[in-house]
């Protein structure tokens, strides 16, 4: 871990650069930087650390901390740096990330030097606009680069006539009767047609799809890898907000309040944690969540508290009290945080009794009144919605379904809708977008209004279709 | 560290202030910061320039959160940010929300910077000016009457700790003399003039709950400048439908009439409130008037715009009509006036189709300094 203090203007400036000072140049970055100094300076939020994944981990300290919240933050950020070495969501990240940071950097000030920061920064922007379409499942293991996929898809070539059986000439047509060759020949054409399907099956790395088959010059293919490159390194971070908060937050609290705290300091640390795990007005705290939840388990399987003795135990009172004196909290919150992201983490340990004890609700937007109001306390109805909200980090599942429609090399995207629409007005322009990159005519289908709908846009005009 | 972001942060202005990249002018949004003023929240504008995704429909589905209320209770917020899983832990500043009343003068401040306002000239004797103290810093001798009772305990909390006389178990603070801190004023120098602002709205039947919250806010910011440029505001609310009446501030935001629209009752009963209190040699008067644009009738439109013409320009220091747009309403009004006063700049229009418009129309009113 290398730890860097910096004062208060560069501390924003490398948040505003998501905590990377080498990034390439693009005004997103000061849109960043204008919110999170002006919000500094009128006194609404403050920054005091902020920590990377990367080998070393790199830490950023805010040089006007006082020595306390020095040495709060510095906990707080080993535990991030645990977990990042740790989790198996991580495993696949860059760790030499600074470097490919600044790799990207150069490659683009060379683009902007030779093509020019107004031919440059709108494709920047287009290729932005679709950085979400990435597959989340594949987080965890090094995305497969073009090269590697092709070796790999040619190991797999099939036979394409059937393979007969070993037999004498004159057994040969009762060893391998005509008919049973014929509806073998069959079975493999009907693969190769399925073959044929492009994509194979469908592609939910949209932006491999397309850095692989949409007709980019090489210099836009280079700024789409730069971001996809980018999305997956930040991928994994989304998938486990709330673990690794709460991951942090615990194991800032046990450092802090066994080791290393004063008694003088308690207070300033006592008001800081405090501030930290405060739960926001109808928001969801991810280091509360996180904090309390790794308790949880803790205290359960130090208990024993789980498994069917347990839960087929119908006395209140006795469950309660239960206590086997198991002592295997600690060795199992190493575990989860091996192996769980939030998704897997919530689904298996959010218990009713944890609903209840931290006053989760569901929340949803009323028409009548045009505000947010709590809906729901009911457990399992608080659950799903937290889980359904989280699933592919709350982002909508899009996949490839092909690559040439209509024979004409259009491209189709199926949104795999479940239960929400997509924002209409951004769908139109992020499938603007899309044709920019794909040049020839794009298509989404999706479900609007419980009717299924398929949106187009040819480079002139959007369409807004109903279809069966 | 050397970092280079005020490249970045030049072009992103650039591209606010329309002179590069004019197609991203449709992304733009307003989007805020939160600080709070007293109970209230408040907003704060910042710009901003979304990229479009693939996105939910933030307003459709369900989110979680934590907390108290019963089912119904409104949450507050936008709830674009609802906190389950989005961001980037680690990497994601460990930032805090720090939790600050901000006062009315700073708020001016930040607004009259992000809007480019400029300073009002009074009318009424400015010269006479008026120092009021407040209280800022702190202190460790002072009266015991400006004790800061919170900073005195957390103190003796601190020294007991450390010192090893805090007994967990019977947890008393007793704070000694070196304990104790004081708040210290500072005198602040103001002008003495009078101000008054006079709310008129239109609450007939076509003005919804998002016409009134638009009403709300802008008019929260429309007070917090004014004050800050005035000691000792005034602010009176007339509600009209077809006749005319004073109300409270409470009353004003939550009341719902239906019923025609006469809009020349609220100017006569405005112009009778300053006959009463206001002597226009003495006080800057600031009617603000918010309809959907719809009268009853010509006729009473013409007589509408003689009020103004003949009354109250003569009074105020300039005539304010802001435009809420409504799904009824036919916005005529708007065009009458500015037919017959485009010339003048002491009547001031603003059309404010959404709450995104908050701001621009709070430029448009107070941008000419009257």
């Known amino acids: 871990m290398i730890f860097e203090v910096l004062d208060w203007n560069q501390i924003n400036a490398v948040a505003a650069y998501g905590g990377f000072p080498n990034r390439y140049p693009h005004w997103r970055f000061g849109m960043e930087y204008q919110e999170i100094s002006k919000s500094y300076a009128y006194g609404l939020s403050k920054i005091y650390e902020m920590v990377i994944n990367n080998d070393p981990s790199y830490a950023y300290l805010l040089h006007s901390n006082m020595e306390v919240d020095q040495k709060l933050v510095m906990a707080h ?4 740096s645990d977990f990042f070495k740790n989790n198996v969501y991580f495993a696949g990240t860059n760790r030499k990330m600074i470097d490919q940071m600044g790799n990207h950097r150069t490659r683009v000030v060379r683009l902007i030097n030779k093509l020019g920061l107004d031919i440059v920064e709108p494709f920047i922007d287009t290729c932005l606009s679709l950085e979400n379409l990435i597959d989340s499942r594949k987080v965890g293991f090094t995305p497969k680069t073009p090269q590697e996929r092709e070796d790999l898809e040619e190991n797999n070539e099939d036979e394409k006539l059937v393979k007969k059986l070993k037999s004498k000439d004159y057994m040969d047509k009762f060893v391998n009767p005509k008919a049973f060759l014929d509806q073998q020949q ?4 009907d693969d190769e047609k399925r073959h044929r399907n492009f994509p194979e099956h469908p592609e939910r790395d949209v932006l491999l799809f397309l850095l692989e088959h949409a007709p980019l010059e090489k210099w836009e293919h280079d700024v789409l890898s730069i971001i996809r490159d980018e999305a997956y390194y930040f991928a994994p971070q989304a998938q486990t907000k709330i673990m690794n908060e709460g991951w942090a937050a615990y194991h800032h609290s046990q450092m802090m309040t066994t080791k290393i705290l004063k008694d003088s300091e308690i207070i300033d640390y006592a008001d800081h944690h405090a501030g930290t795990v405060a739960p926001q007005p109808g928001r969801l705290n991810p280091y509360k969540l996180g904090i309390e939840l790794f308790r949880d388990i803790e205290d359960r399987w130090n208990k024993g508290k789980f498994g069917a003795d347990y839960e087929a135990c119908d006395d209140l009172k006795e469950k309660k009290h239960w206590d086997k004196k198991l002592g295997l909290g600690r060795e199992k919150i190493f575990e989860v945080r091996k192996i769980y992201n939030d998704v897997t983490f919530l689904d298996a340990f959010l218990t009713e009794d944890f609903c209840h004890d931290q006053k989760m609700f569901m929340y949803g937007f009323n028409t009548m009144t045009r505000q947010y109001e709590i809906v729901d306390r009911d457990f399992r109805k608080v659950k799903s919605a937290l889980l359904s909200r989280m ?14 429609s209509s024979n004409r090399g259009e491209l189709t995207l199926k949104h795999m809708h479940d239960g929400v629409d997509l924002k209409l007005d951004w769908a139109e322009e992020t499938l603007k977008n899309l044709q920019r990159i794909w040049k020839r005519p794009v298509h989404l289908e999706t479900v609007m209004d419980e009717g299924k709908r398929l949106f187009s846009y040819d480079g002139k005009e959007f369409k807004n279709q109903s279809i069966s | 560290m050397f970092v280079k972001i005020d490249q970045d942060e030049s072009r992103f202005k650039q591209i606010v202030r329309g002179k590069i990249r004019k197609e991203l002018k449709k992304f733009m949004s307003q989007g805020e910061l939160i600080g709070r003023q007293g109970k209230d929240l408040v907003s704060i504008p910042l710009p901003q320039i979304d990229i479009p995704h693939f996105v939910r429909d933030p307003r459709k589905g369900n989110g979680v959160g934590q907390g108290e209320g019963d089912v119904g209770t409104p949450i507050g917020g936008d709830g674009d940010q609802d906190g389950s899983g989005q961001g980037k832990a680690g990497s994601d500043p460990g930032e805090h929300y720090l939790e600050v009343e901000m006062n009315y003068e700073e708020l001016a401040e930040i607004m009259a910077e992000e809007l480019e306002l400029p300073k009002i000239q009074p009318k009424g004797n400015s010269n006479l000016e008026n120092a009021k103290p407040r209280y800022t810093g702190i202190n460790t001798a002072g009266p015991e009457s400006l004790r800061h009772f919170k900073r005195t305990y957390r103190q003796a909390l601190k020294r ?3 010192s090893g006389t805090y007994d967990f178990e019977k947890p008393f603070i007793v704070p000694i003399r070196e304990d104790k801190r004081y708040r210290v004023s500072h005198p602040v120098i103001q002008p003495q003039t009078r101000a008054v602002i006079i709310y008129m709205m239109d609450v007939s039947g076509s003005m919804g709950a998002e016409q009134k919250e638009i009403v709300r806010r802008e008019s929260f910011w429309l007070d917090t400048w004014l004050r800050a440029q005035y000691k000792g505001l005034e602010t009176r609310f007339i509600v009209h439908d077809a ?3 004073e109300v409270d501030r409470e009353t004003f935001y939550r009341i719902r009439e239906s019923g025609g629209t006469i809009i020349s009752s609220a100017y006569k009963l405005c112009l009778q409130m300053i006959e009463e209190k206001y002597d226009p040699a003495s006080w800057n008067i600031y009617p603000f008037h918010f309809s959907d644009g719809d009268n009853w009738s010509g006729s009473d439109t013409q007589e509408c715009l003689k009020l103004i013409q003949e009354d109250l320009l003569t009074k105020c220091n300039a005539f304010f009509y802001g435009q809420v747009e409504s799904e009824y309403g036919s916005g005529q009004f708007l065009r009458d006036l500015t037919d017959k006063f ?6 001031i229009t603003s059309k404010i189709s959404s709450r995104d418009d908050i701001y621009k129309s709070i430029k ?7």
């Open chain 2, 243 to 245: 006749v005319a009446r």
């Open chain 1, 391 to 404: 699933t592919n980090q709350g982002q909508a599942i899009i996949e490839v379904v092909d690559g040439n």
């Open chain 2, 160 to 162: 007991q700790i450390s």
């Open chain 1, 77 to 80: 950020v080993y535990g991030h």
């Open chain 1, 186 to 189: 069959k079975k493999i054409d």
């Open chain 2, 342 to 347: 485009s010339a003048d700049d002491r009547v």
């Open chain 2, 364 to 370: 448009e009113f107070l941008g000419k300094g009257k």
